[in-house]
């Protein structure tokens, strides 16, 4: 569970991935400053190499995996960035990796995935039949399948993304990150809730990605119908694991409408010359459009991944 997830084990992340990873930059945002009155930075995991903070997930499994468990193979079901950095941990390492994604992923993730070289399956009709199909296979092959959101090793790896924003900005007041699966955030939040619990952890997501936030407003788990989305990297339905990283990290979870995460990507390119995909700008656009309560600054916003093509493009 989250609770277990102790900050030694992002540093240890930290360590093990630095020289495979991209340091991504953290920029003052003028415009979100001054909504907020105060400081206002963003990651630019956009940046990050496979596009997504993915990777760093990723590679911290598949380096801390047994040698026979390597032999045998990884398995992984994504909306893309996660296959994005599995293919290419997969790669790094020598391992052999199958990927499951839904028909409907962007193809800039899923043509990424097999450049990478590892075997694609896009049978699937949605992001839930694919981890479903994913799973089946693994336990048949005995490979080792790798949660996209999910597990000690990868929440480390994720978490390494707060461990650079407080190594740049001790003083760091409010984090705001993209909610899906609750891997990021539970990342992330093992780290900050134990070593600067004065930080204010606020999520953002889709309205048709709901799942976090439906079920802690529930108390309890809320299944969402898989509708399509602009922001896909934050689709599926969660679980307890899940939820319980949802209770523990949270202080605020907001949700966007598809027309508001659209003006957002548009506004960030214009803005900031930044390209950013739907599930990456959902933080953004809950605080350029005031959706958060409150936002004690200095805060950082997490622009998670910047892989979309031409069919998300705002027309």
Known sequence: MFSDLRPVEVL????RIRPLVTRTPLVRSDALSEIAGGDVFLKLENRQLTGSFKIRGALNVLATLPPDARKRGVVASSAGNHGLGVAYAAKHFGVKATIFVPSTAPRVKRD?????????????????????AAKAFAADHGATFINPCLGEMLLAGQGTVAQEILGELPSLASLVVNVGG????GGCASLVRRVAPQVRIAGAQSE???????SLEAGHLVEIENVPTIAEGLAGQIDEEALDIGRHALDEIVTLSEDEIARTIEWLEQTHGERVEGAGACGAAAVWLRKLKVLPTPAAVVLSGGNRDARTERR
């Open 112 to 132: 990424g995935i097999a450049a990478l070289g590892a075997t694609l399956d896009t049978s699937q009709p949605h992001y839930d039949a694919a981890m479903d």
């Open 182 to 185: 609750g891997g990021l955030l």
């Open 12 to 15: 240890a992340a930290a360590d």
């Open 208 to 214: 048709h990605t709901a799942a976090m936030s439906r």
